[in-house]
């Protein structure tokens, strides 16, 4: 089975345009991301993928390897699909380039998923993490996913899922780590497929594969990621890394 590891790179995010070329302790928040997922030592290649000639050259320079978009995008699902179509691989997994701080012990989980589902029910694997917090819960920049009884996703919301109309009962409230892996057909199928409704709506390029039928594995994790979306989450960044440098 043939891994491998792809960061989609846009240069122009809508909440932090420019996040991924800002300085992280010495680095770039993209460099450091495409070391970190290097040295995990999980996968056979790893890849950025950007529009950006800047994030392009900044991996190029530094020994990484960089692939171009040709076409512009709506989603880093799609950015990924294009580049790897011609890329001999079994599993694609997608990192995100505003993760640096990638914890290897997860990935693991979820290539452990594709060894294990031999009779290639899975589509795609993802990771969701308890949230307890009320004002987490209701961020709608925390992205939550409610489940099957078999771990499969029901569906993904930026809004509360479940409401709590009845509280007490017992349930939990899960975050979507945006780290996912795919069979490379469901990535290319996903690619060739017009964005649905509900994926305009919530601006949640996940949902556009619930809604043609493909089956999402969601693997519990105890390990929280640290993604950078605001100045916030930057400098909240930048003083883990001094603490580890």
């Known amino acids: 089975m043939k891994i491998i590891a792809v960061i989609p790179a846009r240069y122009a995010s809508t909440r932090f345009p420019a996040k991924l070329m800002q300085d992280l302790g010495g680095k770039t928040v993209i460099l450091r991301t495409y070391e970190a997922a290097v040295a995990t030592n999980l996968f056979d290649d790893v890849f950025v993928v950007t529009d950006s000639d800047l994030i392009f050259n900044e991996i190029i320079s530094n020994n990484g390897k960089a692939i171009m978009s040709i076409k512009e995008h709506e989603s880093g699902s799609d950015r ?19 993760e640096p701080f990638i914890n290897k012990e997860p990935l693991e989980q979820i290539i452990e998923a594709f060894k294990q589902d031999v009779e290639k029910k899975i ?11 009320k004002t987490d ?4 920049n925390n992205v939550k996913v409610i489940t099957d009884q078999q771990g499969f996703a029901l569906y993904f919301s930026r809004s509360v899922i479940p409401y709590p109309r009845e509280e007490n009962v017992g349930v939990r409230y899960m975050k979507h780590i945006g780290i996912y892996a795919f069979r490379k057909q469901a990535l290319i199928d996903f690619y060739r497929l017009p964005m649905l409704s509900l994926e305009a709506s919530e601006k949640l390029e996940q949902l556009r594969y619930l809604e043609y039928g493909k089956r999402i594995k969601m693997i519990e994790t ?8 605001t100045k916030e989450d930057l400098e909240k960044a930048r003083l883990i890394i001094s603490n580890t440098i």
Do not use: R
């Open 80 to 98: 990924i699909a294009e580049a790897v179509e011609n890329i001999d691989a079994d599993i694609v997994i997608n990192v995100q380039g505003d």
């Open 123 to 133: 589509d795609l694997a993802s990771l969701m993490f308890e949230i307890k917090d």
């Open 137 to 140: 819960i209701e961020n709608p």
């Open 222 to 229: 105890s390990h929280g990621s640290i993604g950078i979306d």
